[in-house]
């Protein structure tokens, strides 16, 4: 029968655990300060009604409970309108645990109370995208498990005291502070272990993305547009719809790409400001918009149309038709991005977003019916070829002309030196490859804008004088000199998503992941992917390790390098190195262990038939022991009192005797005295009376009384022992 | 719909089942079930925040296991207990471990029934170690010789998740617990042909007054003050008087030890009542400068159980520790114990005699007076249920008492 809890301990960390879970949902759902507000609220709240619990004898007043489960249910309801379903659910549920609170007396209300916290936790862990979110997590484990030692203590002291027995005297000694602690951080070295070291599946995303149109992506003339087929009138007086874009936003997605202005150092952006969140297996190149008309500085493009689409059945939208290759499906979540344009892998065939129409242009860009807010979270899928890691954009060019096309002040300097490079290759994408491995090996990566003099192009400039640049020299020589050469291509600019936080499990895409990269068109394979840029890593075929530790030591190298890119100096870089080293050491670890393994499963494979047949033997063995069971006790019985000193004969006996008999199903039985246990055996072998009270005296005389027997006691002790197991062993 | 009582909701049937699965509930199964819900939600969204707080959950399990078995390493157990109390009283008792491995604290340790007196009794000891004890009080609750054995320990330690047991050795430690006497005030005897009332509370004729029983002629020798003169004068010659040795203030109590006779569970067990009567029959007349003596069962080498009646503290003493370790274990009819126990008799002896089989068995033949019988409902102590029962005050027989399972024994010796 459960009792009124006890220990004061309990309820503090209760209060801890309630007031961290009601801080994990605030610091997802809100800003800062709404969040701080929220947490104070909900720790004096949760706190208030477990004083009461604590100090107040009988349950509370009923107008107290059902007030605050009336305030929680308006609170609620209000909530449903303003933020949604789920987060009305969330916040009635703090509420009730606020409601029952007063009347947490019991275990099973404390366990109750943890189950709420729970849920509360698993749903901030499963929006939170920041790596100090663990910090929370620690502190409510800590309080967690807090909670568990002491319930269980409360279970313990309930079990020990007879309902009807009065209450000892004093206070219940408490389970020492100090040790808690120690045993928090035993358990949090375990977990860290774990979650460092053990390979995690790949996630299946049921139901992970909603799908449909919400108010605010939609405009009634892209949806006319879609269905009909037929592009609106634009003239005085027509309407675009809900959702309509002012033509500010419409220009900007035909806002050129300058090549002098680094799109990561924009003047009023922090370059290490995250902009997106995405989750995938591998690193992504996410296609923003592609610039085929370069003018000495800029690019620019040459097509603008796109076609509208309507989402299929499923909610979802039909990018492309599906193929053959890799199928990636990744998540995006957004904090910060400009413009209506969708960042997508190459080759996108679905994609799932809230919105009831949109804009697809011939190169694969993706636009919404008005920019991207933060909070927008879309899933798509694309296809990467199963034969070479760059990812590939299958859209055919009708016309190559536009992506032949160069400057009519293009330097033949440029073309020159692309024949040299390219002069070793004989297939175009060796040519490809050969322009690209030279800018990457020589030129070098750098912010500082490129002061160009009379005559020369920012790009000559780069190729030939300061041979250092930003990623858009990088991308703009690369497909300058591919056409040179003839080989279609495109400048590309969207984001890298390469840097993954395996605490959070995203790819954090920063301000600084603005990136611009090229698309050469290659016959017979498509738009392949090329990083001219040396700063940034060649497309590979490279997943994530399924190791914490390896992606920790990746993720720190990556941020390292970013912030040694931008001339800064900080603890990431000896955190890396801390990373590196563990992992090596573990690396080496496994190694030695799978080298092991290996050398036994060959063995194993090796001697097969024998293993099979030895397991056989000994199955049939354990089978025909297990039968035997008694005989082979009785048989080691006598073995082992044939080896026993005869001082310690009786003891060994007895001993044996509970062995044997425990083999009959007569084994002692908890709490059961010398003598309680041999009358019940006497009553199944009334016969041996005698013989068991002889062991019996033997056996206290020599367990309590410290005598020693003699020879004569010892062999009557061993007769008498004989005389039971043959009995016992004829069943 | 009867005024005043409240109106069904409908909802009672479905709080009722739901109730019911409230047993199937334990913390392991609680605990396993949201560490699949964390999994399954950190899987689905592959989430890794999500994942650390399953490996949060995974370490508070494995833990639970190696704390539980590193709680349990080797140690004993030492008791400090009163020799001797009975049954119904609250005793003082000391436990504390005496690690004799690492760690020398040992944390939420749980001894399941430690004292075999007292079964319903647990202890549990959040803290202790080399330097702390445990003062606890404990019920005794069944009677007995007993020698603290070795003693089953279980840990959960730290979350109660994962359960260990081990087998403690216990240093030797014993206490006797005598069974529970009711105070005598007043207890009816059957009436004899030669008392009109016999309460044991009138003094009864002390040993070694004779009886006298027929006359003889003298012979040399006879003690002169037994010359029985009016029939020495009718039959002229000396006639003397025969006197028997009589006994009126010894009492036997004989118990009935076949354990087929008996039945009921701990302290309602028929046997255990009967051992209560005895014991404060037998208390009260030794108490008050009688005799009384104990007897029961029987071996090819006499009676189990045998004391005679004297009188006495040690007498007192002797008989209790006898009644504290006498158990229902010898499958021997009743009447031959009595017919076994027939060398015994003296003339003036009360008998005390217990019928438990359902078969009522006759008087001994060698009894001159009426025994006194205790009479067992056998089958009311078969008797699972006894919800709702009031106990009774005990029915009166024409030889002796009824008592059933219900019977109030504090009542019938008042």
Redesign the interface.
Same mark, same amino acid.
């Given at each position: 029968m459960m009792q009124p809890i006890r220990i004061t301990g309990l309820y503090v960390g209760l209060w801890i655990a309630l007031t961290l879970s009601a801080a994990a949902r605030a610091v997802v759902s809100g800003d800062a300060p709404q969040a701080m507000l929220g947490i104070f609220f909900w720790a004096v709240v949760q706190g208030g009604g477990l004083w009461y619990a604590r100090t107040r004898e009988g349950a509370p007043p009923k107008t107290l409970v059902d007030g605050i489960a009336l305030i929680g249910m308006g609170v609620c309801v209000l909530q449903l309108f303003l933020d949604g379903i789920l987060q009305a659910m969330l916040s009635l549920l703090l509420w009730l645990q606020a409601a029952r609170n007063p009347a947490l007396t019991t275990r099973r209300d404390a366990?109750f109370a943890l !189950?709420i916290s729970?849920a509360l936790?698993?749903f901030g862990?499963?929006e939170?995208r920041s790596s100090a979110?663990?910090v929370l997590?620690a502190a409510y +484990?800590l309080s967690a498990?807090a909670v #568990?030692?002491y !319930?269980?203590?409360q279970?313990? #002291?309930e079990?020990?005291l007879?309902a009807e027995? %009065?209450a %000892?005297g004093g206070d219940?000694?408490?389970?020492?502070l100090g040790?808690l602690v120690a #045993?928090s951080v +035993?358990?949090?070295?375990?977990?860290?272990s774990?979650?460092l070291l053990?390979p995690? %599946?790949? &996630?299946?995303?049921?139901a992970?993305v909603p799908t449909g149109g919400g108010d605010k992506y939609s405009r009634e003339d892209w949806e006319r547009e879609a269905r009909t087929g037929t592009v609106p009138q634009r003239g005085p007086g027509s309407k675009s719809g809900r959702g309509s874009r002012p033509a500010k936003q419409e220009s900007k997605a035909d806002e050129p790409l300058d090549i002098t202005r680094s799109n990561q150092r924009a003047p009023g952006v922090d370059p290490n400001a995250i902009v997106m969140y995405v989750?995938s297996d591998r690193p992504l190149y996410l296609r923003g918009r592609s610039f085929d008309r370069f003018e000495n500085d800029r690019w620019s493009r040459s097509d603008t149309g796109t076609r509208k689409l309507l989402p299929q059945d499923d909610g979802k939208f039909r990018l492309s038709a599906s193929g053959e290759g890799v199928k990636v499906e990744y998540l995006a979540h957004v904090v910060s991005l400009p413009g209506s344009v969708l960042p997508l892998s190459a080759h996108a065939v679905t994609l799932a977003a809230p919105a009831s129409v949109i804009a697809a242009a011939r190169d694969g860009a993706v636009f919404l019916p008005a920019p991207v807010e933060p909070g927008f979270h879309y899933g798509a899928s694309s296809l990467l070829p199963e034969d070479q890691p760059r990812p590939v954009a299958r859209d055919v060019p009708g016309d190559r002309s536009p992506y032949l096309q160069l400057p009519e002040e293009f330097s033949s300097r440029i073309g020159e030196l692309a024949e040299r490079v390219s002069a070793s290759a004989t297939s175009p994408l060796g040519k490809a490859v050969a322009l690209e491995t030279h800018l990457r090996s020589a030129y070098a990566y750098s912010f500082e804008t490129v002061f160009t003099s009379q005559g020369v192009t920012p790009l000559e400039a780069f190729l030939f004088d300061t041979r250092r640049g930003h990623c858009e020299f990088f991308a703009s020589a690369m497909a300058v000199m591919l056409r040179a050469i003839a080989i279609p291509s495109r400048v590309v600019h969207g984001y890298l998503a390469q840097n993954f936080? &395996?605490? *959070? +499990?995203?790819y954090e895409v920063r301000a600084f992941d603005g990136h611009a990269w090229v698309e050469g068109y290659v016959d017979g394979t498509g738009w392949m992917t090329f990083e001219p840029t040396a700063a940034y890593p060649v497309p590979q075929r490279e997943q994530q390790t399924g190791t *914490?530790l390896f992606d920790l030591k990746t993720y720190t190298e990556g941020l390292s390098l970013q912030e040694a890119l931008q001339g800064k100096i900080s603890l990431t870089a000896s955190v890396a190195a801390l990373f590196r080293q563990l992992a090596e050491a573990w690396h080496a670890l496994v190694f030695q262990l799978r080298s092991w393994f290996d050398a036994v499963a060959g063995w194993v494979g090796a001697h097969s038939l024998a293993l099979a047949a030895g397991l056989a033997a000994i199955s049939a063995t354990g089978a025909l022991a297990y039968r035997g069971r008694v005989r082979l006790l009785w048989l080691w019985a006598r073995i082992v009192l044939f080896a026993t000193p005869r001082a310690k004969i009786p003891l060994a006996a007895f001993r044996q005797l509970e062995r044997v008999a425990g083999a009959r199903r007569l084994g002692r039985l908890? +709490?059961? *005295?010398?003598e309680?246990y041999l009358?019940r055996v006497?009553?199944t072998y009334v016969e041996l009376h005698a013989e068991l009270r002889r062991i019996a005296r033997a056996f206290?005389a020599a367990?309590?009384g410290g005598e020693t027997p003699s020879s004569a006691e010892a062999d009557g002790v061993l007769r008498a022992f004989q005389t039971i197991g043959m009995r016992v062993n004829a069943g | 719909m009867p005024v005043g009582q409240p109106e069904a909701t409908g909802l009672e049937s479905p709080i009722a089942g739901l109730a019911r699965l409230d047993r199937y509930l334990s913390l392991p199964l609680v605990f396993a079930f949201l560490g699949a819900a964390t999994f399954a939600v950190a899987w689905n969204r592959g989430i890794a925040l999500v994942y650390a707080l399953f490996a949060v959950l995974v370490g508070a399990v494995l833990v639970s296991v190696a704390g539980a078995r590193w709680m349990l390493r080797d140690a004993s157990v030492r008791f400090a207990l009163p020799g001797e109390a009975s049954v119904g009283d609250w005793i003082y008792a000391t436990a504390s471990v005496i690690p004799r491995a690492r760690p020398y604290s040992r944390h939420l340790l749980q001894m399941r029934s430690p004292y075999p007196f007292a079964p319903a009794q647990h202890l549990f000891l959040t803290v202790c170690g080399r330097d702390t004890q445990r003062s606890h009080r404990v019920l005794c609750e069944r009677r007995g010789v007993f020698r603290m054995s070795d003693v089953v320990v279980a840990c959960a330690y730290p979350f109660g998740l994962v359960n260990m047991k081990r087998s403690w050795a216990v240093e030797p430690a014993a206490i006797t617990v005598y069974p529970r006497t009711y105070p005598v005030s007043r207890f009816d005897l059957p009436t004899a042909s030669h008392r009109t009332s016999g309460e044991l509370e009138r003094p009864a004729p002390s040993v070694g007054q004779e009886l006298f029983r027929e006359t003889r002629d003298y012979r040399s020798g006879d003690n002169p003050r037994h010359i029985h003169w009016r029939s020495s004068a009718r039959h002229g010659r000396l006639i003397v008087k025969q006197f028997d040795a009589i006994a009126t203030s010894e009492t036997w109590i004989v118990l009935d030890l076949d354990p087929g006779n008996h039945a009921g569970q701990g302290e309602d067990h028929s046997f255990e009542r009967a051992v209560e009567i005895a014991a404060s029959i037998a208390a009260h007349l030794i108490r008050s400068g009688l005799r009384c003596g104990i007897a029961g069962g029987l071996r090819e080498d006499g009676p189990v159980l045998m004391l005679p009646p004297a009188a006495g503290g040690a007498h007192l003493q002797a008989v209790m520790a006898a009644l504290a370790g006498v158990q229902a274990n010898c499958p021997a009819d009743y009447r031959s114990v009595l017919a076994a126990l027939a060398p015994h008799y003296r003339r003036g002896q009360q008998w005390i005699l217990f019928q438990h089989a359902h078969a009522r068995p006759a008087a001994p033949a060698f009894l001159r007076r009426p025994a006194l019988w205790f009479r067992f409902d056998t089958g009311s102590f078969s008797d699972t249920d006894l919800s709702g029962r009031r106990l009774r005050v005990p029915g009166r027989l024409a030889d002796g008492f009824a008592i059933s399972r219900d019977t109030d024994l504090a009542a019938l010796f008042r």
């Open positions: 366990y !189950c729970l936790v698993v862990a499963s939170a979110f663990v997590l +484990g498990l #568990l030692v !319930c269980h203590q279970a313990g #002291l079990r020990e007879p027995a %009065p %000892p219940v000694k408490s389970f020492p040790h #045993l +035993g358990v949090f070295l375990v977990a860290l774990w979650y053990v995690r %599946p790949d &996630p299946i995303h049921f992970a989750q936080n &395996p605490v *959070t +499990g995203f *914490t908890e +709490g059961e *005295t010398v309680e009358d006497e009553r206290n367990r309590y | -």
